[in-house]
């Protein structure tokens, strides 16, 4: 059984040996995918917390089997939606049309980021590559995002969950 190269001799070898192109640019586009599917399974979680508080007196597992039969986060979304927009209370109300406003916005980036494809283009006459997640041979719908885009929307989802998690926290102390 051959032994585990020293950190030493990996860190000489990385230094000597750089990946092939586009190696750090696919790891950037992973991570940031990554990130953004995260931050919106957090922003739908949420979304059940403030559903389950404003279903009240409904009981609490009954209101989690409603949400969770919604299927998709967009009927999700529209449900809660509903519920918010009937529970009279308009401070609330205020910053949920906010929030509700940024999640459609970047839900369509969560839809590309996880039903797209990643390519990697090279320039010959550079040592670049291109790497971007772009639509599915067989679809018509989509458009390139690049690590950069794909960063812009996991960065601004976070900031959404603040605004969420802010939102349960007026939603439980309301009378």
Known sequence: MAEKP????????????????????KR???EQAGRAVIEL????????????????????????????SQGSFDRK?????????HADRRKEIALWKEV????????????LVAHQRMIVSYNPDTPEADVA??????????????AADIKSTADELKDVNAKL??????????P
């Open 6 to 25: 020293s950190p030493l001799v990996v860190a000489l070898t990385r230094a000597l040996i750089p990946p092939p192109p586009g190696e750090e640019e």
């Open 28 to 30: 950037e586009v992973y």
């Open 41 to 68: 399974s957090n922003a739908e979680n949420l979304l059940a917390v403030i559903f389950c508080i404003v279903s009240g007196p409904v009981p609490v597992e009954a209101a989690k089997e409603m949400f969770a």
């Open 77 to 85: 979304s529209k449900l809660v939606d509903f519920m918010i927009q």
């Open 100 to 111: 509700y406003k940024e999640l459609n916005t970047h839900r369509g980036v969560r839809n």
């Open 133 to 146: 997640l772009t639509p599915l041979f067989h679809s018509r719908k989509g458009r390139r995002l690049r």
């Open 165 to 174: 998690w802010k939102l349960i926290g007026e939603l439980s102390n309301a």
